[in-house]
């Protein structure tokens, strides 16, 4: 395989920072604030030479050198941003790939400066740690600036044709990339609380509040009430408000022209634009039926639920390559940016066949989404886990090479895993994680799962084998706990990349898993695997690693917030 590619303030005019190394009183001596040089504080970086090199060069404390971080690295995004826009400008001059590739890279760029700017804006209010929700929060928008980084330079690298324009972005690229890794590494060591993981470690609850019999307790307008059981013919369950669904409003989709649109992609545009939590869903019903459109929503587009008729019923369905001359970010079928996404009871397909190596069925970027009874289906980078937090329940996900791929911080739960048979000479890789920085809290968490192999492998006689992932970046992180694995798993369990890349600085773990395939005894020696304990695994549960109780409730999925 080739390489792969809250709510965000709007573009605003910066506020003064004050004064950087001014004396600052401070309540809890237990918090690092006592000045220091740069040198020192630059020993918690993972590049401390670059660090002590943009870094003031006078004494500070870590809170002092994190906002200046912050700050710099804002003007740098902007920056960036404008020199993409200077090279899209005079894109008459560039292959229709290359333009695609810029045109990702400058999606990437507007996305960094606003997380930037709303990082900047708590960073500049707040010297101490910060609540665990909140110092999530941030922690998990500057470490989605690095993969909009890389995901950049990636798609640079793999068109051919864009040389000049990658001479002219690869440096800009790389000297951001160490500048946003310093931010991060200091907002970790300033702000981020040593326990932000909350939660029992051992003794699961099964979260009973959405879904009951397939169906979705909605609390909604009498109005929109009645649009839904029309267009639906369901009678909604009676639950307590508590337990509800918050909507808004409701549009339906039809091929045969009697609901609201026939496209996808216009009833996503009539969606209202930059709601928050606190309005509702905006639903989108789409009924049985092919749709054929590659569907984007953008960071606009907040807080969308969309629902089909179910799996193989609503299908969306694309063709998307990369060897057709798309960049994998851009081959997506189903793309979603907006946070408090949530997809229910829909298939969505990517159709270019294993010989058009990396096409992608969904591209998941948006913060606080969910996809709940879903299928994922295509062969080379299927599911395109690329950023922020994501959670997956009772979906299909189907593919052949690294077809779950990306560096979200995902959970999969109670997900069937399907290896499909690749081309000669392939084999199937389940992930491909893409952790860049060690600070970054990203990683793929798959819970009691089931991998089993599809149809065509099975039929194949076992004539390619399957591993749990290989690292495709130098932090890669992969933990599977309590999942079935029947013997479509090779013994080794997981597959380098190439030669011992990461295999010393990766994280790749297994907990209490199940079946013929899940067996240990023959597993890989490398430093970064681990057999881990039940305390080591609760670091990975929705209730952990996501934060899920705060925010998954309100989407209607069951989920179970520990190990079972």
């Given amino acids: 395989m080739a390489s792969k590619l809250c709510n965000f303030l709007p573009t605003m005019v910066l506020i003064l920072l004050l004064p950087l190394f001014a004396s600052i009183a401070f309540s809890d001596s237990t918090l690092p604030t006592t000045p220091v040089s740069p040198g020192t504080v630059c020993k918690s970086t993972p590049d401390p030479s670059y660090c002590k090199s943009v870094l003031p060069h006078q004494n500070g404390n870590v809170y002092d050198y994190g906002r200046f971080s912050v ?54 209010k707040t010297t101490r740690f910060l609540p665990s929700l909140q110092a999530d929060d941030i922690q998990t928008l500057l470490s989605a600036i690095l993969t909009n980084q890389q995901t950049c330079l990636d798609g640079l690298k793999d068109t051919a044709s864009a040389g000049s324009l990658r001479n002219g972005l690869s440096v800009p690229l790389s000297d951001d990339n160490k500048l946003y890794s310093v931010s991060l590494a200091l907002f970790t060591k300033g702000w981020v609380p040593r326990n932000k993981n909350k939660g029992s470690a051992l003794h699961p609850t099964k979260k009973q509040l959405g879904f009951r019999n397939g169906r979705l307790p909605l609390k909604m307008s009498t109005r929109t009430r009645a649009i839904y059981e029309s267009v639906t013919s369901r009678k909604l369950l009676q639950t307590n408000l508590d337990d509800q669904v918050v909507v808004r409003d409701i549009v339906t989709v039809s091929k045969d022209g009697s609901g609201n649109f026939t496209t996808i992609n216009d009833a996503i545009a009539a969606a209202p634009n930059k709601s928050v939590s606190t309005d509702g869903y905006f639903m989108i019903y789409v009924t049985a039926g092919v749709y054929d459109e590659n569907v984007s929503i953008d960071k606009k587009k907040t807080y969308l639920m969309m629902i089909g008729d179910g799996i193989n019923k609503t299908i969306i369905t694309g063709n998307r390559s990369v060897i057709d001359g798309w960049t994998t970010f851009s081959s997506a079928t189903f793309a979603v940016v907006g946070q408090g996404f949530v997809g229910v009871n829909i298939t969505f397909r990517n159709t ?25 289906e295509g062969y080379q980078d299927t599911l395109y886990a690329h950023s922020l937090r994501q959670f997956y329940s009772e979906c299909d996900i189907y593919g052949t090479v690294d077809f779950i791929f990306g560096n979200a911080k995902v959970v999969l739960q109670n997900c069937n895993l399907y290896p499909r048979l690749p081309m000669s000479g392939q084999f199937n890789a389940i ?128 989920y179970t917030n520990t190990l079972i």
């Avoid at 740098?76 to 826009?85: C, E, G, I, P, S």
């Avoid at 270019?352 to 299928?375: I, M, P, W």
Wanted: hydrophobic share 35%; glycine share 6%; net charge negative.
């Fill in 71 to 124: 700050k710099k690295s804002l003007s740098q995004a902007r920056k960036f941003m404008n020199l993409v826009d200077k090279y899209l400008n005079g894109r008459s001059t560039l292959s229709a790939t290359a333009v695609r590739a810029l045109q990702d890279c400058r999606t990437l760029a507007e996305l960094n400066f606003d997380f930037l700017s709303s990082s900047f804006q708590t960073v500049n």
């Fill in 352 to 376: 270019a066949g294993a010989e058009k190596h990396q096409a992608v069925a969904v591209r998941n970027g948006a913060d606080l989404s969910t996809f709940y009874s879903c299928s994922f």
């Fill in 431 to 558: 992930t491909a994680q893409g952790r860049t920085d060690p600070n970054q809290d990203t990683g793929i968490s798959i819970h009691h799962c089931t991998i089993t192999a599809a149809d065509d492998l099975a039929a194949s006689n076992g004539s390619a084998a399957t591993f749990l992932g290989r690292p495709w970046k130098e932090y890669s992180r992969t933990v599977y706990m309590q999942t079935t694995m029947d013997n479509v798993v090779d013994p080794a369990g997981w597959r380098a990349w190439d030669g011992d890349f990461a295999l010393s600085t990766l994280y790749y773990a297994e907990f209490n898993n199940t079946g013929s395939g899940s067996s240990t005894a023959s597993r890989v020696t490398w430093p970064g695997y681990h057999v881990i304990n039940a305390t080591d695994a609760a670091n990975f549960t929705v209730s952990n690693f996501l934060l899920g109780d705060d925010w998954l409730p309100q989407t209607g999925v069951t």
